[in-house]
């Protein structure tokens, strides 16, 4: 239990914090500063017309694809908060809205665990799939009318005030995050020690549930990385860890429930809708390798273990650099803003 508790608490270290902390201050600061707003319109029509959201959601929504799982669901409560979307609505975003980000899906899935960056970016395409057609869903079945357009102009608080605020708000966010990392990690390695893994096992096995998947099925479902890598050295099918990473484990899922403190929401509705996104995400897999089968008849020989995840990858630090431009954009606005009283103040004393 020590070593698998330790485990997650270098993971907390060399992954999660570096990786996911920027993207979550980053996001609490885009949206309470009022620049997430304003760079919705990218998505305004789909969210209006197709998804029945405010198109204010739709930053959020831009957010959920490209930042990781917690990040989506952050940016849905903070939107709530403001009252920019009702209850109904906020339910059916964190429906979708939870998803991995691209620097895992592509680089440590894919490439590190799989072999195949272009398996990764199959993986990655089938989750952006599965969330989006979970939200087109939602809208249909919503029975909600066009929304109006925004109209309302936001009261933004001055650029240093939000940045503090977003850091230690995502500060607490971040311990929350890494105290489940780690009672997960232990929690599995107990029942590893008692032996409680090999009689599940072995029972699955019993129920002709195929040997690869009976290995790590309890790993994915219990924690999204570590069920991947188990899936990998397994040789589990294609499909199934693309499952793994639709459903998230549900380390991620107590992981969200911890960070949305003031959104009410149903638990067996969300695990509900992270078994279909996974489900669905197995399925566009299974679509799109057959359009690339020689790829993934290449990682069905043999898929490297023991592979160190890094942080550090190419479609995470572009990720990160345009959410800083976002960032730099918004502190040049709110200067010349705030200086615009100190200019009329000199003007009246004649300077």
């Known amino acids: 239990m020590t070593d698998e508790a330790l485990n997650g608490l270098i993971y ?23 620049t997430l707003d304003k760079i919705s319109f990218i998505f305004s029509p789909f969210c209006r017309y197709i998804l029945r959201l405010p198109a204010v959601a739709g930053g959020a929504v831009i957010l959920s694809l490209t930042g990781g799982f917690p990040v989506g669901a952050v940016c849905t409560e903070a939107l709530y908060e403001r009252g920019k979307i009702n209850r109904e609505q906020s339910v059916r975003m964190l429906r979708f809205a939870v998803g991995a980000g691209p620097a895992f899906v592509i680089f440590a899935v894919g490439e590190n665990m ?15 799939l599965s969330q989006l057609t979970v939200a087109v869903i939602g809208g249909i079945l919503s029975g909600d009318g066009v929304p109006k357009k925004d109209c309302e102009k936001n009261s933004r608080r001055s650029f240093s005030d939000t940045l503090i605020s977003s850091c230690f708000k ?26 409680v893994m090999t009689l599940i096992q072995n ?3 019993f ?46 899922h107590f992981q969200i429930f911890s960070l949305l403190r003031r959104l009410d929401f149903s638990k067996l509705d ?22 690339m089968p020689e790829t993934v008849a290449a990682i069905s020989i043999a898929a490297p ?19 800083c431009s976002v960032f730099l954009l918004s502190m040049r606005v709110g200067s010349g803003n705030n200086n615009a009283p100190r200019r009329a103040y000199n003007n009246k004393r004649g300077m």
Do not use: W
């Open 12 to 34: 907390c270290g060399q992954v999660l914090i570096p990786s996911l902390f920027p993207f979550m201050v980053l996001a609490e600061f885009l949206s309470e500063y009022g």
């Open 114 to 128: 799989l072999g195949s960056k272009s398996v990764g970016i199959a993986l990655y395409c089938a989750q952006i």
């Open 170 to 195: 995502c500060s607490d966010s971040i311990i929350r995050l890494c105290a489940m990392v780690v009672m997960f990690s232990a929690f599995m390695g107990i029942i590893t020690d008692v032996g």
């Open 203 to 205: 029972l699955l096995s």
């Open 207 to 252: 129920i002709h549930i195929p040997h690869p998947i009976a290995q790590c099925l309890m790993y994915v479902l219990t924690e999204v990385t570590a069920g991947c890598r188990r899936a990998a050295d397994c040789g589990a099918p294609l499909e199934f860890i693309a499952f793994a990473i639709g459903f998230g484990g549900i380390s991620v």
């Open 270 to 291: 969300f695990f509900i809708h992270r078994i279909l996104c996974g489900g669905l995400c197995a399925l566009y897999t299974y679509i799109i390798t057959l359009f």
């Open 305 to 323: 273990s023991g592979n160190r995840v890094s942080s550090s990858t190419l479609i995470g630090s572009m990720a990160l650099l345009l959410c």
